[in-house]
């Protein structure tokens, strides 16, 4: 494998996982580009990572993104699609402006919503998608834009379907700290998850690993848990009451979808081709580091 140093990065739309994984690969010695569209978010990366570059620029247009896009450079797309705009579109307007700069490789952070609501059953690579939800479509019309786009490009890349992200400030801990927390049903939905550390990880192995084994990979933890057990062991972790429970039809559609997805990731391709080895490989180790730290609530 390759070092995360030897290749500049850009990360584009620099949100909650890209500014972990910009902080560990600018700590790594690599030089790194962020982008965001606002100028007061600019302002709290610059001040946050240091020895990272910041630029404003709208993602959307290619004639402006590809100026801070450096020759060789490994892209991670981490902007969330817009229902209201056309995903595939703006994704291969990344492709295009990362080809004209002559980046190597695209990794953009897709979701495990691309498989749709399950039963509780296992999903890995070989699972097909069949998305219900308007952001699982979206997302997987991103997945198709960026394979066929890349590949007429012979711009390398790879597609993650990450799970549920937690960490400081971000997850069932925080929601329950601060009284928002709310079991929807009886609780017996399969929730995998992924710890925003672990995801950076994993990130900066998709960019650098070398040849890549396949188009997408499933990212999570190795330990799926019912939205219940979950939310009681977290709960008891932070000296609170179980959470009461709310029906599935008092929630928005979109939200009920995210939650109620009912699957269990299977990571065991992320962790042999991509050499990930976990911190946290499941959500008791991660939940009480970030206690330990004091950054649970």
Not at 49 to 56: A, H, M, T
Not at 216 to 242: C, F, I, K, N, Q
Not at 263 to 275: C, I, P, Q
Request: net charge neutral; with cysteine; charged share 20%.
């Amino acid at each position: 494998m390759s070092t995360a140093t030897g290749a500049p990065w850009v990360v584009v739309g620099c949100g909650y996982a890209g500014e972990r994984v910009a902080g560990r690969l600018a700590g790594a010695g690599a030089r790194v580009v962020v982008t965001t569209r606002r100028e007061e978010r600019a302002a709290e990366l610059t001040a946050r990572l240091p020895g990272v570059e910041v630029r404003v620029v709208d993602a959307l247009e290619p004639d402006e993104l590809k100026t801070v896009i450096p020759a060789g450079s490994v892209l991670v797309y981490s902007v969330p699609p817009d229902p209201e705009r056309d995903p595939p579109t703006m994704m291969v307007r990344t492709v295009l402006a990362a080809a004209d700069a002559r980046a190597k490789r695209i990794v953009y952070l897709s979701s495990t919503g691309v498989y749709g609501r399950g039963a509780g059953e296992w999903v890995d690579e070989d699972t097909p998608p069949r998305p219900e939800s308007v952001l699982g479509v979206a997302r997987f019309k991103s997945e198709t834009a960026l394979m066929s786009s890349a590949g007429s490009m012979r711009l390398e890349q790879v597609a993650l379907r990450v799970a549920a992200i937690y960490g400081p400030g971000r997850g069932v801990h925080a929601r329950l700290a601060r009284g928002e927390y709310r079991l929807v049903g009886d609780g017996a939905n399969w929730v995998s998850r992924i710890h925003v550390d672990d995801l950076a990880g994993v990130i900066v192995a998709a960019g650098t690993v070398a040849p890549l084994l396949r188009a997408s990979y499933a990212v999570a933890d190795d330990a799926p848990t019912t939205a219940r057990e979950h939310a009681e062991g977290v709960a008891a972790l932070l000296g609170l009451p179980p959470p009461p429970s709310v029906p599935a039809d008092a929630l928005p559609p979109e939200v009920a979808e995210l939650t109620l997805g009912n699957r269990r990731v299977r990571n065991t391709r992320m962790k042999a081709e991509l050499g990930v080895t976990l911190a946290y490989p499941s959500w008791r180790e991660g939940v009480a580091a970030l206690l330990a730290a004091g950054t649970g609530g």
